[in-house]
């Protein structure tokens, strides 16, 4: 257990800078699609990003899905 967190705070560890390099360079992460909600009133802004939403799960199911298969 102890190497799994290990690992997970590495992973996140790597994620967290390549997201403040990517935000620091002016690139808008994640994109905005014509699928997502953005709402203004105010001094309040909502965004709602559906389609990123969609895209990540479809992503993660087939990934999870290839190495369920592969896994002895």
């Known amino acids: 257990m102890a190497r799994v ?3 997970l705070g590495i992973v996140f560890l790597i994620l ?3 997201w403040y ?13 014509p ?6 009133k105010g001094n309040t802004t909502i965004y709602i990003p559906i ?3 969609i895209i ?3 992503v993660l ?3 999870l899905y290839i ?3 592969f896994r002895l």
């Open 5 to 7: 967190l290990i690992l």
């Open 16 to 18: 967290g800078v390549i």
């Open 21 to 33: 390099a990517v935000e620091k360079s002016g690139v808008r992460f994640p994109p905005r699609l």
């Open 35 to 40: 699928g997502d909600i953005l709402i203004r």
């Open 51 to 53: 389609l990123i939403s």
């Open 56 to 58: 990540i799960s479809v």
């Open 61 to 63: 199911s087939l990934i």
């Open 67 to 69: 190495v369920s298969k």
